[in-house]
T-cell receptor, first 113, second 115 residues
Framework: GDSVTQMEGPVTLSEEAFLTINCTYTATGYPSLFWYVQYPGEGLQLLLK?????DKGSNKGFEATYRKETTSFHLEKGSVQVSDSAVYFCALSLSGGYQKVTFGIGTKLQVIP | DAGVIQSPRHEVTEMGQEVTLRCKPI?????LFWYRQTMMRGLELLIY????????DSGMPEDRFSAKMPNASFSTLKIQPSEPRDSAVYFC?????????????FGPGTRLTVT
């Protein structure tokens, strides 16, 4: 079946450090890929997305590139802030029919001043 | 837009009691999802409705759980009887299906504690 594998957290970084959260996927078809973010006490919200190979999704300084050859969608940010502390979920969805979203387990990021 | 609305935000109940969680999806959205989030199991899809019809309920843990969507603007998730292992955060999400890719909009969640 379809699945998403994320690096386990928590990840603790100092402010202005470089962030990478790894994500790889397995899918029976050609998926769209997403990163969702969950801030403390809130629901998940979409951070960025990519729909085809080599697409780069970006938002709020975060980026991720859809790599079909390595089935990966790693999340990066050049300089993290304390306000980026949250849980980050990698996810995939296959087009057509039942558009179920398959989520990874989530990676908790803590940024310290 | 008010976003997905869930109530209550917090629920504390005793084992054996009935619990009803409520969700109002975003107006115009035709898909609705109920999820459960725990530290041990992460985010689990419980049930998915499309146009008010349950499409996939394979994630519903057992017969104690039931979900309804009587109209496009309201859904409930009921647990009867509740057990301590049901303690979790329950999220409702909605989306507009039919196009690709699509995104799900999550509500703030209901934190359920069963003692």
């Amino acid at each position: 079946g379809d699945s998403v594998t994320q690096m386990e957290g928590p990840v603790t970084l100092s402010e202005e450090a470089f962030l990478t959260i790894n994500c790889t996927y397995t899918a029976t078809g050609y998926p769209s890929l997403f990163w969702y973010v969950q801030y403390p006490g809130e629901g998940l919200q979409l951070l960025l997305k990519a729909t085809k190979a080599d697409d780069k999704g970006s938002n709020k300084g975060f980026e991720a590139t859809y790599r079909k050859e390595t089935t990966s969608f790693h999340l990066e940010k050049g300089s993290v802030q304390v306000s980026d502390s949250a849980v980050y979920f990698c996810a995939l969805s296959l087009s057509g029919g039942y558009q179920k979203v398959t989520f990874g387990i989530g990676t908790k990021l803590q940024v310290i001043p | 837009d008010a976003g997905v609305i869930q109530s209550p935000r917090h629920e504390v109940t005793e084992m054996g009691q009935e619990v009803t969680l409520r969700c109002k999806p975003i107006s115009g959205h035709n898909s609705l999802f109920w999820y459960r989030q725990t530290m041990m199991r992460g985010l689990e899809l419980l049930i998915y409705f499309n146009n008010n019809v349950p499409i996939d309920d394979s994630g519903m843990p057992e017969d104690r759980f039931s979900a309804k969507m009587p109209n496009a603007s309201f859904s409930t998730l009921k647990i009867q009887p509740s057990e301590p292992r049901d303690s979790a955060v329950y999220f409702c999400a909605s989306s507009l299906s039919g196009g690709a890719p699509y995104e799900q909009y999550f509500g703030p969640g209901t934190r359920l504690t069963v003692t």
